[in-house]
């Protein structure tokens, strides 16, 4: 098992909960036992929380699974035909089955910011963060995606002057759609979060960030959040496919015996019919539940065919999302308005519902819609005519 | 919480294979209203109507629920429920 977070854990302790009574190695190249990431741009960043309430498992529960644990060492290459994971100490871990779930890490800029430059992943990262931000400290986000509106959101709680700057006309559009988008750039304007769109960053410069007109915005501190790169280097000559990821089929295998889970895997998932590589929380723990049962029972495999599930918190919106919004085709609001940050939209992607978006609704009436989007239900049926192309 | 487990091995509850009692702990400050658990042991869990954190029905499930509970337990996106197995 290498990748020692929400996939890899959830791939171990579904191992052990259903038999397997072998040896199980957990590689991680971070020093920490399993912990949560979410909580990251959320309660640490906010301080609301201290290091001790993000491990994923109490250390009794952990010792109780009888892992070999390898933290703090990473993996640096893979031997197919022989069968062994290379480690950056030297050594060399046999195995009969591999489940890879090494996430990924932050795409960065060009240019130097020293301590001033930040990125968002670890939890190292996020306290470093936290340290130097403050009442009256001037931040520049850059990148107004879920992780950079929920840092903004959070260090402007903590009192910082804080600038998200986007490229797009309107944040997390792709995403969400136009509308939701327009919601949640007005949700920072109320909080006194300048969000300037249209705006392209080139690079991390002295005093703040160049954008690409030449032009020095300047801050104190600098917030990177611009996506991510699959960790998927140490992989590289190993024979396997990587491409946008770890390219894995719908079991999310590899190859044989080798198995993909979590942010770094793009598989094929049979029920939206494409491929996708998902960089949710929730998605980890089930893929990483999902291989293990296939690693375990090799004549019982079944297709990894999630809805995935995301959430995200700005400031006192709770954003909440089933299914697979991405390449979208319409987006209907079908309960509440927007504006009132009170609504349930719907998303359609060719005939059929693709996922459902809520804000501040009941669970009940979510639940059904994601049983919309788990069946998925005919769009003409559940909503009505569709929009001509466009609307 | 409370954490009287009722009476060792009384061997009552059988059927698991373990012949264990089981107790279910809801950390409510970490839970991020997925209702993930709800989906999976809707006798055990329910989530608050008015914004879907987590309720805890049942903390000493029966033993045909033990299942679903650690399913949920491993699915929780906020690791906020943790089973304890006698
Ligand atoms: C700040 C933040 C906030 C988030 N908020 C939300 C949210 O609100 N909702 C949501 O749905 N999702 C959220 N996410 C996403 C969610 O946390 C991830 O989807 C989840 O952590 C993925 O788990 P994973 O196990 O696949 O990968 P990771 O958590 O990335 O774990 C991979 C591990 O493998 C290690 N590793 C990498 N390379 C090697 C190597 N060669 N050898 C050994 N180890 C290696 C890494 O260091 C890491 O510890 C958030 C993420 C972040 C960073
Ligand atoms: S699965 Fe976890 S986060 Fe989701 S509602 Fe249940 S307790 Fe809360």
Known sequence: ?391 | MSGESSSEGSGASSGEGKGVTMRVEVDVPKCVASGQCVMIAPDVFDQREEDGIVVLLDEQPAPELHADVRESAVVCPAAAIRVIEK
Not at chain 1, 137 to 151: D, I, P, Q, T
Not at chain 1, 181 to 200: C, F, I, Y
Not at chain 1, 267 to 289: D, K, S, V, Y
């Open chain 1, 1 to 391: 098992m290498v990748g020692a977070s929400a996939a890899g854990l959830a791939a171990v302790e579904t191992l052990r909960r259903e038999g397997y009574e072998g040896t199980l190695t957990l590689i991680g190249d971070e020093p920490y036992h399993p912990y949560d990431r979410p909580p990251l741009s959320k309660q640490i960043l906010g301080g609301q929380w201290e290091p001790d309430r993000v491990p994923l498992r109490a250390p009794a529960d952990l010792d109780a699974l009888g892992l070999e644990l390898r933290l703090g060492v990473a993996a640096t290459g893979l031997d197919l035909a022989g069968r062994t994971v290379a480690l950056a100490d030297g050594s060399r871990v046999p195995y009969d089955g591999l489940v890879i779930a090494t996430g990924v890490r932050p795409r960065r800029l060009p240019g130097d910011g020293g301590e001033r430059a930040h990125v968002l992943r670890t939890l190292d990262d996020a306290l470093a963060l936290r340290d130097r931000l403050g009442a009256g400290r001037r931040l520049a986000v850059v990148g107004a995606g879920f992780l950079g509106a929920e840092a903004a959101a959070v260090a402007r709680g903590l009192g910082a002057e804080v600038t998200l700057l986007e490229p797009a006309p309107v944040p997390l559009a792709p995403a969400v759609g136009e509308r939701v988008g327009r919601m949640l750039a007005q949700a920072h304007h109320d909080h006194g979060v300048d969000l300037r769109t249209g705006v392209a960053v080139a690079e991390v410069a002295d005093g703040g960030v160049r954008l690409t007109d030449g032009t020095l915005f300047e801050a104190d501190e600098v917030l990177v959040a611009i996506g991510s790169v699959p960790n998927t280097d140490w992989l590289e000559g190993s024979g396997l496919t990587l491409g946008d990821g770890l390219e894995c089929d719908e079991y999310s295998a590899a190859a044989p015996g080798v198995y993909g889970a979590g942010d770094v895997a793009r598989w094929h998932n049979p029920l939206f019919g494409t491929a996708m590589r998902i960089e949710h929380r929730t998605n980890a723990t089930e893929q990483g539940m999902a291989v293990a049962r296939n690693l375990l029972r090799p004549d019982e495999r079944r297709p990894f065919a999630p809805v995935p599930y995301f959430w995200s918190d700005q400031y006192d919106v709770r954003i909440q999302a089933h299914g697979y919004l991405r390449g979208h085709e319409e987006v209907a609001v079908v309960e509440g308005e927007p504006e009132e940050r009170k609504f349930l939209a719907v998303y359609r992607s060719g005939d059929r519902v693709a996922g459902v978006l809520a804000v501040g609704m009941p669970p009940k009436a979510v639940r059904t819609w994601r049983q919309a989007v788990a069946t998925r239900a005919a769009w003409r049926d559940a909503v009505g005519e569709l929009l001509p192309e466009g609307a």
